[in-house]
Nanobody, 115 residues
Framework: QVQLVESGGGFVQAGGSLRLSCAAS????????MSWYRQAPGKQRELVAT???????IYTDSVKGRFTISRDNAKNTVYLQMNTLKPEDTATYYC?????????WGQGTQVTVSS
């Protein structure tokens, strides 16, 4: 059974940093495009960042220069380093893996940024 477990969310003041982790089990993060999404209350879930098999990364415009997605194959974990956080970054953050036709989501971790 493949599973993703996020951690690292919390409460932080504007301008602060957090690092989210997404630990995978049952399959390897090295063979799947891995993504972070977020969903704020009353809003649709949006794609934040993706790391593809080659290691290339893609970011939504609102987080470029502030967030960094990375992958540690030895730990089978994907990270989202979030710097210079803003109140509008407040959301539940979800990790997603795409193993072929199988999409797997984590349970989410809450990030709250105060002004």
């Amino acid at each position: 059974q493949v599973q993703l477990v996020e951690s690292g969310g919390g409460f932080v003041q504007a301008g602060g940093s957090l690092r989210l982790s997404c630990a995978a089990s049952g399959s390897s993060v090295s063979i799947a495009p891995m993504s972070w999404y977020r969903q704020a209350p009353g809003k649709q879930r949006e794609l934040v960042a993706t790391i593809i098999l080659s290691g290339g990364t893609i970011y939504t415009d609102s987080v470029k220069g502030r967030f960094t997605i990375s992958r540690d194959n030895a730990k089978n974990t994907v990270y989202l380093q979030m710097n210079t956080l803003k109140p509008e970054d407040t959301a539940t953050y979800y990790c997603k893996a795409q193993w072929g036709s199988l999409s797997v989501w984590g349970q989410g971790t809450q990030v709250t940024v105060s002004s």
